[in-house]
């Protein structure tokens, strides 16, 4: 399994960004799969979840009505449009696959991780 996430950059606070994570190794229908992101010195913290059958979502609180999570099963992408940007969500982003329950919310218990795309907001 391997994760490829893109798509982070520079923005002004109350812009848009896209990320993309690409799934190789592994059917979107059986993995719940998640954003997280670790700002400087902070650890990594949840963002949002997709369950595998791309029916349910989950965010965290600060995210909530800005942030979308989708998937394009196609072609085994896992997208978060994330709008109205905020100068505080600057962080690396990751993607991560579980293969089991979801909506969990602790990077323990995601077996798979991408590398990771750098978002930065600028006020």
């Known amino acids: 399994v391997q994760l490829q996430a893109s798509g982070g950059g520079l923005v002004q606070a109350g812009g848009s960004m896209r990320l993309s994570c690409e799934g190789s190794?592994?059917?979107?229908?059986?993995?719940?799969m998640s954003w997280f992101r670790q700002a400087p010195a902070k650890e990594r913290e949840f963002v949002a979840t997709?369950?595998?059958?791309?029916?349910?979502?989950f965010y965290t609180d600060s995210v909530k009505g800005r942030f979308t999570i989708s998937r394009d099963s196609a072609k085994n992408l896992v997208l978060l449009q994330m709008n109205s940007l905020k100068p505080e969500d600057t962080a690396v982003y990751y993607c991560?696959?579980?293969?089991?329950?979801?909506?969990?919310?602790?990077?323990?218990?995601?077996?798979?991780w991408g590398q990771g795309t750098l978002v930065t907001v600028s006020s």
């Open positions: 991560a696959a579980r293969n089991g329950g979801f909506g969990s919310t602790t990077p323990g218990d995601y077996a798979y």
């Open positions: 190794g592994l059917t979107f229908s059986r993995f719940s």
């Open positions: 997709l369950h595998r059958s791309g029916g349910s979502t």
